[in-house]
């Protein structure tokens, strides 16, 4: 970056990073514009012949663009947004492009990796310059064949222009540019003059979508294709004993049964691993068969006997380790600011209060699912997958191969959630193709994804405050977990920097049953917690709960914390536009209202949730959203990110629970485990801060704070607190599973 243009990179800047993952599109069509007697057909871009420009790009004669999506797309909208950011550095215009889902390619990309929110912020410099390099150089080659300088060229929609007025498109000098330096520095454009980020656009996967082409893990199929269905131990802490697999052999469709397991043992007990690695060590019997549904009829007909290996564990015992720690002293402080234990001596008064949450699955539409290939030339693995070069890594060592010998290509993913970042169903499916040598795909059934999988794990967390002469003096977190624990970073979330005496304390209680990520990690539940407690402060020192935060982050203002990972001017700013946008405490009589402010991933969000009780159970009728996220690259898919975090939210924080007995999970299918349904979800408000700030994720931020805002109308309503999820257990309401 050259001090005296911010907009300006250098040629090193660009090497280096111009292999940061990126995303893809592919065109679609306009229904109403279909229908239309006089519309000529387009061209099908899938179809031209493309010349190679870079890593990133393809150009055809005609001028049209390729741009190859290396991040993962579960649903978060990178497959739109990424290209978009490319294709208006490149200066081409949207109709023009067409992509392609890049495999995993750790050469050319960096971060194939879809987790954290982050594939937008990582990759937006990069991108940038992407597109503004492969710009320049084409201009540069143009210039060349005009013999005229390129500063004297100007570029629209792809095409070239000189002063006398000459034209050239992108593919009349695709192949010269290729070839030619790349460019010492290029100049990103201005904010301002952006055309296509800023601009609503659709999904480019949609027409497949609702048309049911072939985009997903589920959908992929290669001829010879085998199907495998996998049989697990019914409950952790459960190994297999023996089995008898005469019946399914029986069976018509099946190929074969085998075990697996050997290979994860092995891998295990050499003390390898990723943090990608949740699986069990015992043996799994699997059914081969030519379809899915033979597959899963041969795995109802197998009978096996298991053995306990480890303790088998229950939800009550949970309850009470969790409860224990919080009430002990064997903690790991991960931020202590001043002196708490002196403000609580002294204060006037303290409150504390705990908050409580379950299990959670991941539950994404679509089931774990993948393919393999496992020859002696090379291993192809083709399926949903949130962190292919994690996996890559994993088979290549569980396999005894060399990574380069390790293929992998992405689908598009039925959800992800944070279950696909463990690639336990990867692992698995390679090392049965390993075993019989021919090509298969793994499929989970519900069942097999509910009671076999990867779990967030059960969080309480206790908080306490002091209060002396109005003021809140000190502020105690202490959180206790299963498997996990928050990051430090997250312990620097608000309101740290804003009281003066601060800390927050872990522990974790280990246990044999699997957990993991799960959508906006520790903070989808310590949101609900620390704004249910802001609530109850404001209300204990009388003061408005908007003015509460605000004067709080005045604290940070006025005495200035480096070492905190929010911006207080950023959340005071969406706490405004949402007290504005919801019309804050001038409701209709019978509406009630809960506000809750919080920041994660990078990405600001104030909401505002409005309920009325309808024969004493609350409906959530409207949630005002604000969110500050820097510059929203594509605001249709901004918006659905937005509304999907929101009624995600809602739906986990007032109806879902898991839990288990003996090592089994009490729930395998929807019949029995609530989402949100259809006629339970609001109206979602969503207003976004105009900004130049460099673009955050949304695939997570708008999710943690809902919870909170949920709560705290409730309590208005009823005058009961909820500091334990579900809500609507913890009411006593009825909860209508399918209603």
Same mark, same amino acid.
């Given at each position: 970056?050259?001090?005296?243009?911010?907009?300006?990179?250098?040629?090193?800047?660009?090497?280096?990073?111009?292999?940061?993952?990126?995303?893809?599109?592919?065109?679609?069509?306009?229904?109403?514009?279909?229908?239309?007697?006089?519309?000529?057909?387009?061209?099908?871009?899938?179809?031209?012949?493309?010349?190679?420009?870079?890593?990133?790009?393809?150009?055809?004669?005609?001028?049209?663009?390729?741009?190859?999506?290396?991040?993962?797309?579960?649903?978060?909208?990178?497959?739109?947004?990424?290209?978009?950011?490319?294709?208006?550095?490149?200066?081409?215009?949207?109709?023009?492009?067409?992509?392609?889902?890049?495999?995993?390619?750790?050469?050319?990309?960096?971060?194939?990796?879809?987790?954290?929110?982050?594939?937008?912020?990582?990759?937006?410099?990069?991108?940038?310059?992407?597109?503004?390099?492969?710009?320049?150089?084409?201009?540069?080659?143009?210039?060349?064949?005009?013999?005229?300088?390129?500063?004297?060229?100007?570029?629209?929609?792809?095409?070239?222009?000189?002063?006398?007025?000459?034209?050239?498109?992108?593919?009349?000098?695709?192949?010269?540019?290729?070839?030619?330096?790349?460019?010492?520095?290029?100049?990103?454009?201005?904010?301002?003059?952006?055309?296509?980020?800023?601009?609503?656009?659709?999904?480019?996967?949609?027409?497949?979508?609702?048309?049911?082409?072939?985009?997903?893990?589920?959908?992929?199929?290669?001829?010879?294709?085998?199907?495998?269905?996998?049989?697990?131990?019914?409950?952790?802490?459960?190994?297999?004993?023996?089995?008898?697999?005469?019946?399914?052999?029986?069976?018509?469709?099946?190929?074969?049964?085998?075990?697996?397991?050997?290979?994860?043992?092995?891998?295990?007990?050499?003390?390898?691993?990723?943090?990608?690695?949740?699986?069990?060590?015992?043996?799994?019997?699997?059914?081969?068969?030519?379809?899915?549904?033979?597959?899963?009829?041969?795995?109802?007909?197998?009978?096996?006997?298991?053995?306990?290996?480890?303790?088998?564990?229950?939800?009550?015992?949970?309850?009470?380790?969790?409860?224990?720690?919080?009430?002990?002293?064997?903690?790991?402080?991960? /931020?202590?600011? %001043? +002196?708490?234990?002196?403000?609580? =001596? $002294?204060?006037?008064? @303290? !409150?504390?209060?705990?908050?409580?949450?379950?299990?959670?699955?991941?539950?994404?539409?679509?089931?774990?699912?993948?393919?393999?290939?496992?020859?002696?030339?090379?291993?192809?693995?083709?399926?949903?997958?949130?962190?292919?070069?994690?996996?890559?890594?994993?088979?290549?060592?569980?396999?005894?191969?060399?990574?380069?010998?390790?293929?992998?290509?992405?689908?598009?993913?039925?959800?992800?959630?944070?279950? /696909?970042?463990? %690639? +336990?169903?990867?692992?698995?499916? =390679? $090392?049965?193709?390993? @075993? !019989?040598?021919?090509?298969?795909?793994?499929?989970?059934?519900?069942?097999?994804?509910?009671?076999?999988?990867?779990?967030?794990?059960?969080?309480?967390?206790?908080?306490?405050?002091?209060?002396?002469?109005?003021?809140?003096?000190?502020?105690?977190?202490?959180?206790?977990?299963?498997?996990?624990?928050?990051?430090?970073?997250?312990?620097?979330?608000?309101?740290?920097?804003?009281?003066?005496?601060?800390?927050?304390?872990?522990?974790?209680?280990?246990?044999?049953?699997?957990?993991?990520?799960?959508?906006?990690?520790?903070?989808?539940?310590?949101?609900?917690?620390?704004?249910?407690?802001?609530?109850?402060?404001?209300?204990?020192?009388?003061?408005?709960?908007?003015?509460?935060?605000?004067?709080?982050?005045?604290?940070?203002?006025?005495?200035?914390?480096?070492?905190?990972?929010?911006?207080?001017?950023?959340?005071?700013?969406?706490?405004?536009?949402?007290?504005?946008?919801?019309?804050?405490?001038?409701?209709?009589?019978?509406?009630?209202?809960?506000?809750?402010?919080?920041?994660?991933?990078?990405?600001?969000?104030?909401?505002?949730?409005?309920?009325?009780?309808?024969?004493?159970?609350?409906?959530?009728?409207?949630?005002?959203?604000?969110?500050?996220?820097?510059?929203?690259?594509?605001?249709?898919?901004?918006?659905?990110?937005?509304?999907?975090?929101?009624?995600?939210?809602?739906?986990?924080?007032?109806?879902?629970?898991?839990?288990?007995?003996?090592?089994?999970?009490?729930?395998?299918?929807?019949?029995?485990?609530?989402?949100?349904?259809?006629?339970?979800?609001?109206?979602?408000?969503?207003?976004?801060?105009?900004?130049?700030?460099?673009?955050?994720?949304?695939?997570?931020?708008?999710?943690?704070?809902?919870?909170?805002?949920?709560?705290?109308?409730?309590?208005?309503?009823?005058?009961?607190?909820?500091?334990?999820?579900?809500?609507?257990?913890?009411?006593?309401?009825?909860?209508?599973?399918?209603?």
């Amino acid at each position: 970056m050259t001090p005296s243009n911010k907009n300006t990179f250098s040629r090193r800047s660009f090497l280096k990073s111009s292999a940061l993952a990126s995303g893809g599109m592919i065109i679609g069509f306009n229904l109403f514009n279909a229908c239309k007697s006089d519309v000529k057909p387009s061209i099908d871009l899938s179809q031209l012949n493309y010349n190679d420009f870079n890593a990133f790009i393809k150009i055809s004669p005609e001028g049209k663009v390729t741009i190859f999506s290396p991040n993962p797309e579960i649903g978060q909208g990178v497959k739109t947004s990424m290209p978009m950011i490319i294709a208006e550095e490149l200066e081409v215009a949207w109709d023009d492009v067409f992509v392609v889902q890049a495999p995993l390619d750790t050469v050319n990309y960096t971060r194939q990796v879809a987790g954290g929110s982050q594939s937008i912020r990582h990759g937006w410099t990069a991108l940038r310059q992407t597109g503004a390099t492969a710009k320049q150089m084409l201009v540069n080659a143009a210039a060349a064949k005009w013999g005229v300088d390129a500063s004297d060229c100007t570029v629209k929609a792809g095409v070239i222009s000189n002063a006398k007025g000459e034209t050239l498109s992108y593919g009349d000098v695709v192949t010269e540019a290729a070839a030619l330096e790349v460019p010492e520095e290029v100049t990103l454009k201005d904010p301002k003059d952006f055309t296509i980020i800023g601009q609503g656009k659709g999904n480019v996967d949609i027409d497949g979508i609702i048309t049911g082409k072939p985009l997903f893990g589920l959908d992929y199929k290669e001829e010879g294709m085998l199907y495998a269905s996998v049989l697990r131990p019914p409950a952790f802490g459960q190994v297999l004993e023996s089995y008898d697999a005469s019946a399914a052999k029986s069976l018509p469709g099946v190929v074969d049964v085998i075990t697996i397991g050997e290979k994860v043992r092995a891998f295990q007990d050499a003390g390898k691993g990723s943090w990608t690695w949740q699986m069990s060590g015992s043996d799994k019997v699997v059914v081969i068969a030519n379809t899915t549904w033979d597959a899963f009829k041969g795995k109802k007909a197998l009978k096996a006997t298991w053995k306990t290996e480890t303790p088998l564990e229950s939800t009550e015992e949970h309850d009470v380790a969790l409860k224990s720690l919080l009430n002990g002293n064997k903690f790991n402080t991960l /931020r202590k600011d %001043g +002196d708490v234990e002196k403000a609580f =001596a $002294e204060a006037d008064k @303290v !409150i504390e209060r705990i908050y409580e949450s379950p299990f959670l699955p991941h539950n994404t539409l679509e089931p774990m699912n993948f393919f393999a290939n496992v020859t002696d030339e090379k291993v192809h693995l083709v399926g949903p997958v949130q962190t292919p070069e994690a996996a890559q890594s994993v088979v290549a060592d569980l396999l005894g191969r060399d990574k380069k010998d390790v293929h992998i290509e992405m689908t598009r993913m039925g959800g992800g959630f944070g279950r /696909r970042l463990y %690639g +336990d169903f990867v692992y698995e499916v =390679a $090392e049965i193709s390993d @075993v !019989i040598r021919k090509p298969v795909k793994m499929v989970s059934s519900r069942e097999d994804d509910m009671t076999t999988g990867v779990y967030r794990p059960a969080s309480n967390f206790k908080i306490k405050a002091s209060i002396k002469n109005g003021k809140i003096t000190g502020y105690e977190l202490k959180q206790a977990c299963v498997n996990s624990s928050l990051w430090p970073a997250q312990a620097s979330f608000f309101p740290a920097g804003a009281i003066a005496n601060y800390k927050v304390d872990i522990a974790i209680h280990r246990s044999n049953i699997t957990t993991g990520a799960w959508r906006a990690p520790m903070t989808n539940f310590l949101a609900s917690a620390e704004q249910s407690f802001f609530d109850e402060l404001a209300e204990e020192l009388g003061i408005d709960r908007v003015q509460l935060h605000m004067d709080l982050l005045d604290n940070v203002k006025q005495n200035p914390e480096p070492n905190i990972e929010y911006s207080p001017e950023r959340l005071q700013g969406v706490l405004k536009m949402a007290v504005e946008k919801s019309n804050w405490g001038k409701t209709e009589a019978g509406v009630y209202q809960g506000l809750s402010v919080y920041y994660c991933h990078n990405t600001h969000v104030a909401e505002i949730a409005d309920i009325t009780m309808e024969k004493g159970v609350p409906i959530v009728k409207k949630v005002t959203c604000a969110i500050d996220c820097g510059i929203v690259v594509n605001p249709l898919g901004a918006m659905n990110q937005a509304k999907g975090g929101v009624l995600d939210g809602i739906g986990h924080a007032m109806y879902s629970d898991f839990g288990f007995n003996n090592g089994i999970p009490q729930h395998n299918n929807f019949n029995s485990y609530q989402l949100i349904r259809m006629g339970q979800t609001p109206k979602v408000d969503v207003h976004f801060i105009e900004s130049d700030i460099d673009p955050t994720g949304l695939g997570e931020p708008t999710l943690p704070p809902v919870g909170a805002a949920v709560a705290n109308a409730i309590y208005k309503a009823t005058g009961k607190r909820l500091n334990k999820q579900p809500y609507m257990s913890n009411m006593n309401v009825e909860k209508k599973v399918l209603g």
